[in-house]
């Protein structure tokens, strides 16, 4: 996988290209700054951008409005947004569209390896990587949209299907047997009224409802 990294600490940045180096994939450019995220994207057209939200010269919202720049000019392209904070409204500008490929790690997260490489690979792959902390703020502050009507297990569900589980993952991590999962899953569709479509769009779509509503 070609991956661009914009992260203005050295330290860390220099982490994240060791680790994605080690673990098999190219990065085939490590910047600092908004501006130069930009150039290195448009240059390389990499598989998968990883961003910090707060870069040079502001360090307020400088790699999350780049992030928005190249997902506007490229619909397909995948980013992964790092932040040492939860900010939700980020979160839900990059899922505003409903394509997924995007994800959003609480920096405390990169350091968890297996974490950090597991959203790498399931926000390249089209899908969501939503930190457990946010997810908790967002459900925290959800009230509308439907959401009021899902169970506890429902949102439950929900919350670990908007972290980018799989099925499998979230039988696993509820001790629940896959027709229970499945169930909860259909249940949650039907009460956001999302119409028939394909499943792992309608993923996204769901999860982007609550983003919506936090």
């Not at 070609?2 to 940045?13: F, G, P, Q, Y």
């Not at 220099?14 to 098999?24: I, K, Y």
């Not at 990587?129 to 439950?156: I, K």
């Not at 993923?203 to 936090?214: E, F, K, M, P, S």
């Amino acid at each position: 996988m070609r991956i661009v990294i914009a992260e203005d600490l050295v330290l860390l940045r220099e982490g994240m290209v060791r680790l994605l180096t080690e673990t098999g994939h190219d990065v085939v450019a490590a910047v600092g700054t908004a501006a130069a995220l930009l150039d290195a994207v448009d240059e390389h057209r990499p598989d998968l951008s990883v961003i910090d939200v707060r870069l040079p010269p502001g360090f307020r919202d400088e790699g999350l409005r780049a992030a928005l720049r190249i997902r506007a000019a490229d619909p397909d392209a995948k980013v992964l947004i790092v932040s040492q904070y939860v900010e939700r409204a980020y979160a839900a500008d990059l899922l505003a569209d409903g394509r997924g490929g995007v994800g959003y790690l609480l920096k405390d997260r990169v350091t968890a390896l297996d974490d950090f490489l597991d959203a790498v690979d399931r926000v390249a792959a089209g899908g969501t990587a939503m930190d457990p902390e946010v997810v908790r703020q967002l459900f925290a502050r959800s009230r509308d949209h439907g959401l009021d009507a899902l169970t506890a297990r429902e949102r439950e569900v929900l919350g670990l299907m908007a972290q980018g589980l799989s099925n499998s993952a979230i039988c696993a991590a509820l001790v629940l047997a896959p027709v229970s999962v499945e169930k909860h899953i259909t249940n949650i569709f039907a009460k956001l009224d999302l119409p028939p479509a394909a499943d792992a769009h309608r993923r996204v779509r769901a999860v982007l409802t609550y983003l919506n509503a936090a």
